[in-house]
C-alpha cells in the first residue's frame, strides 16, 4: 500500500544490529527542559541525514530514541500525505492531513514503554480513535483484524478487531502537545497506549481490515504479537494503564 517508488525506502535493518546498537542507549542522561528539546531536534536531524539508519537508536535528553528499521524514511506533509482505510469494508476511504485533522480528537496522557527497557512517564498524545475510522468504513461481519502499513516501506503492525476498538488506540497527529514531528513518526503514527511501543507504527500509511492476525516486523524477528506491558515479551513492567 506503500505508493513512494522502491528507490526511495531505505534497506531493513536487522534485528541483531537493531538490539546491539541498543547497547549505547545505557548512559542516559538527566537535563533541563531547553537541553532535552535542544538534543531531540539535533539527533532527530542526525537520524534523518545518517545512511545507516543507527543514529536513530541513540537516547536523547527526552527520554525517547529515534527507532527506524530502514536506512531511510521519506518525508510526508499536509501536502502529500495520504492515509487509506481499506480491506474488509463497505466503505474504503483516503484522509488527508486536513481531514485526519477536522476529525473529533482525543486527548490521553500515558507512560511509553519500550519493550528494550526503556520508559517515558506522562507523554501526551492526541489524535483520532481508531475505532471511529473503522465505523467509517463500515467494517464486515467477515473481519477479524487490522493490519498496519507504514510509508517508510518496511514496517507493518496487526491487532485484533477487538484492541483495535479499544478507546486508547489512536491514529496520532500531536505527541507532547506538538505535531508529530518526522522522527517520531509524523505526520501521523499509530499509538496502542496499553502495548509495548513497537505495536504503535510509525509513518503510517494504510489501515486494512482483515480476516486474522498477520505478525508484524518485529514479530516475525521473535516479539510477541500481543504485546500487553508487563504480560509479554517476558517482561514484568507495570503497565501503562
Known amino acids: 500500500m506503500n505508493s513512494e517508488p522502491p528507490e526511495t525506502r531505505g534497506a531493513p535493518v536487522g534485528r541483531r544490529v537493531f538490539l546491539g546498537t541498543l547497547g549505547l542507549g545505557a548512559l542516559g542522561v538527566l537535563a533541563a527542559p531547553a537541553l532535552q528539546r535542544g538534543t531531540e531536534a539535533f539527533l532527530g536531524g542526525a537520524a534523518d541525514r545518517d545512511p545507516t539508519g543507527l543514529t536513530g537508536l541513540l537516547p536523547n535528553g527526552g527520554g525517547f530514541r529515534y527507532y527506524s528499521v530502514t536506512s531511510s524514511v521519506p518525508h510526508k506533509d499536509a501536502g502529500n500525505y495520504r492515509l487509506t482505510v481499506d480491506g474488509l469494508v463497505d466503505r474504503p476511504a483516503t484522509y488527508t492531513l486536513a481531514g485526519l485533522r477536522a476529525l473529533p480528537q482525543t486527548r490521553m496522557v ?35 483484524a487490522v493490519r498496519f502499513t507504514c510509508f517508510d516501506g518496511a514496517y507493518s503492525e496487526s491487532l485484533t478487531l477487538e484492541q483495535a476498538r479499544r478507546g486508547d488506540v489512536l491514529v496520532a497527529l500531536r505527541m507532547q502537545d506538538e505535531d508529530l514531528g518526522h522522527s517520531h513518526g509524523g505526520p501521523v503514527r ?4 496499553p502495548m509495548y511501543f513497537y505495536k504503535s507504527a510509525k509513518w503510517l500509511s494504510g489501515i486494512t481490515v482483515t480476516d486474522e492476525v498477520r505478525p508484524g516486523y518485529w514479530e516475525e524477528r521473535g516479539y510477541d504479537v500481543d504485546a500487553w506491558v508487563g504480560r509479554s515479551n517476558g517482561r514484568d513492567d507495570e503497565p501503562t494503564t
Do not use: I, K, M
Not at 130 to 140: F, K, M, N
Not at 190 to 193: D, F
Open 190 to 193: 499509530l499509538y496502542v497506549a
Open 110 to 144: 500515558r507512560d511509553v514503554q519500550c519493550v528494550t527497557g526503556w520508559r517515558v512517564p506522562g507523554t501526551p498524545f492526541e489524535g483520532v480513535r481508531l475505532s471511529e475510522l473503522l465505523d467509517a468504513a463500515g467494517v464486515r461481519s467477515s473481519a477479524g
